[in-house]
């Protein structure tokens, strides 16, 4: 099973960036997709999520209305558009394939069997 993330790099404030994760070896349908990021000194943080079940998503507070997750099945890839970017954001982000995550866990780390490398977003004028 490989995830594949890309899409990071060094933006402006008040900038968008839309992050790809590729998958092989796993159907991204039919697992729990999230996307957590993780500042330095800091721990992984999750962001967002969508289940298995249906295309709704979960965004934590810090990005709700900034960031959309969303999946196209035929491509096995699961996207993060991120606008309004602020310095806050700036962190590795990481996509994540859970086969057993559930809605109380979906949040968690421990959750997700599968993880891509990490992409970087830097955030700065």
């Known amino acids: 099973v490989q995830l594949q993330a890309s899409g990071g790099g060094l933006v402006q404030p008040g900038g968008s960036l839309r992050l790809s994760c590729a998958a092989s070896?796993?159907?991204?349908?039919?697992?729990?997709i999230g996307w957590f990021r993780q500042a330095p000194g800091k721990e992984r943080e999750w962001i967002a999520c969508?289940?298995?079940?249906?295309?709704?998503?979960f965004y934590t507070d810090s990005v709700k209305g900034r960031f959309t997750i969303s999946r196209d099945t035929a491509k096995n890839t699961v996207y993060l558009q991120m606008n309004s970017l602020q310095p806050d954001d700036t962190a590795v982000y990481y996509c994540?394939?859970?086969?057993?995550?559930?809605?109380?866990?979906?949040?968690?780390?421990?959750?997700?069997?599968?993880w891509g490398q990490g992409t970087l977003v830097t955030v700065s004028s």
């Open positions: 994540a394939s859970g086969t057993r995550a559930i809605t109380s866990t979906m949040r968690m780390v421990r959750a997700y069997d599968y």
């Open positions: 070896g796993v159907t991204l349908a039919r697992t729990v």
């Open positions: 969508m289940k298995r079940t249906d295309n709704n998503p």
